[in-house]
């Protein structure tokens, strides 16, 4: 249970971001691909995260742009992406503004950890950081300021939960950690595996069956203090 985590020892909480902390990531994952698209041109349906090996915002344009384009995309053709893509997010946000409101229980539960000698929180995201951080102040979570690793420090998800453990354990100075993961999705699980995390998914619907179904012992809706699942 994520609240059971703090009782005991030190605890380190990586939070994924979008579906996690705020049911952003079906609006991100449009306005992105709305971005890829437009820069190279192209029209085409919404590809399936999981045929990525990575899934991240480098990790998914270095594949697509190998398997679609034969190469790896060029430093312009992302810096470009990444204006659009925010762009694109800046006017989502006006016109879908549930998708950047915090799920529920999830500013209690921060109030709650960060006043908790014990426990240490930061955000491992496969977006990218300008992104994230805009997602953070339209949701009014970016007060916290959550110690932050993202698409922009590495392209596997792995490497981006251990940098935002390390920023997250120099910024707090706390030794002797217990590491969970927060996320919604299968590859958020699968990640916490490899580093033989602990993991709580936060899904409802198909997303939470798809986690149980993948092994995850903990399933939560949101952040309140009951269980979900």
């Not at 916490?192 to 619907?205: C, D, E, R, Y």
Request: negative net charge.
């Amino acid at each position: 249970m994520l609240w059971q985590w703090a009782k005991t020892g030190t605890t380190v909480f990586i939070l994924d971001l979008d579906g996690t902390l705020m049911p952003s990531a079906e609006i991100d994952n449009r306005c992105y691909w709305q971005a890829v698209f437009a820069c190279y041109e192209k029209q085409a349906e919404l590809p399936d995260l999981r045929g990525f090996k990575d899934v991240t915002d480098s990790g998914i344009l270095n594949q697509w742009c190998l398997q679609e384009l034969g190469r790896l995309p060029a430093w312009e053709d992302i810096a470009w992406i990444k204006q659009r893509f925010l762009e694109l997010l800046e006017t989502a946000s006006v016109e879908h503004l549930h998708s950047f409101t915090p799920l529920p229980g999830a500013e209690d539960w921060l109030d709650s950890v960060q006043q908790s000698s014990r426990v240490s929180v930061g955000i491992a995201t496969g977006g990218w950081g300008h992104s994230a951080r805009f997602k953070l102040d339209q949701s009014g979570l970016s007060r916290f300021n959550l110690p932050l690793a993202s698409s922009d420090d590495a392209v596997s998800r792995t490497d981006i939960m251990q940098i935002a453990a390390r920023r997250t354990l120099e910024h707090e100075q706390i030794d002797g950690e217990k590491t969970c993961y927060v996320g919604d999705g299968v590859w958020d699980l699968k990640a916490s595996q490899q580093l033989n995390w602990g993991f709580v998914g936060i899904a409802s619907g198909r997303k939470a069956e798809a986690l149980i179904d993948a092994g995850a012992k903990c399933v939560r809706a949101d952040f309140n203090p009951t269980i979900s699942s």
